[in-house]
């Protein structure tokens, strides 16, 4: 594999994972041994995909403990081994909160356990339920976070280790919205999603602080198709959720799911 022309295909801003990555493979190829990342987004685990597709002895296998986890771990192992389920060695832990102090979002929950001085990639999906949150972590700050975790944002939890099998998968909600934009460009569309005018979402993309399915984009031009999810630092999440036609004046009819 030459790296310099790996390294041609991704945005500067990603080419020290990119570099990782490759090292990674390579020392399972040549050590013939499995390495363990922590929890990584979709575009991160496509990088991982692409790369290790690179090493035929190599093979790559994903969990996140449920089967629509959006953030996973992702294993590489020799290509002749199979993995038990216990090598992602992740733990399932629920937060019930005590009392009635309103309901809690999924960033008060992740807040309190950064608020820790835990790193994301040590936590996978955080989902929130009427009774309260349930939570993939690494196996290794599970016990951390049981016992120093008493409060998010002015509620008290109480935080207890749960099997795979009875972590409540996230349910996702959108506030559906329809509009018109003359193209799909991403800062068109993005002004649209998330109420900002044009000329206020030009500047956020260019430094950087938009990610299209989770890949940082700073081409305002860039286009949006549909089921692509967006991200504006500050202003949450949405998704495309339908690209409907065209309007009689000619623009594009579009439904955004902002994410709740």
């Not at 935080?159 to 996230?170: N, R």
């Not at 934009?181 to 950087?208: C, N, W």
Request: charged share 25%.
């Amino acid at each position: 594999m030459n790296r310099q022309d790996v390294m041609m295909h991704y945005r500067p801003q990603e080419r020290p994972f990119v570099d990782r990555t490759i090292d990674l493979v390579a020392r399972v190829d040549q050590r013939q041994a499995p390495v363990l990342t922590d929890f990584l987004d979709p575009r991160q685990l496509k990088i991982v995909e692409a790369i290790a597709h690179t090493a035929s002895e190599v093979s790559l296998f994903r969990s996140g403990g449920h089967e629509l986890a959006e953030r996973q771990r992702a294993l590489l192992v020799p290509s002749y081994w199979v993995p038990e389920t216990d090598e992602f060695e992740l733990s399932f832990l629920r937060f019930s909160t005590i009392g009635d102090h309103g309901k809690l979002k999924h960033g008060d929950y992740l807040g309190a356990l950064v608020g820790l001085g835990l790193k994301r990639s040590k936590l996978g999906d955080l989902a929130v339920h009427d009774q309260g949150c349930d939570l993939v972590t690494t196996k290794e700050i599970a016990d951390y976070i049981r016992l120093s975790l008493s409060q998010v944002g002015r509620s008290a939890v109480q935080v207890q280790e749960i099997q795979g099998e009875q972590f409540v998968a996230p349910q996702v909600e959108y506030q559906e919205k329809e509009f018109t934009v003359m193209s799909l460009r991403v800062d068109a569309v993005a002004g649209e999603a998330f109420g900002l005018s044009r000329s206020k979402v030009v500047d956020p993309i260019k430094s950087g602080k938009l990610q299209l399915n989770w890949q940082v984009i700073d081409s305002p031009a860039t286009a949006v198709e549909e089921g692509d999810v967006m991200s504006l630092r500050g202003h949450g999440r949405a998704k495309v959720l339908a690209i409907i036609g065209q309007s009689r004046k000619g623009r594009t009819i579009l439904k955004i799911g902002k994410y709740l």
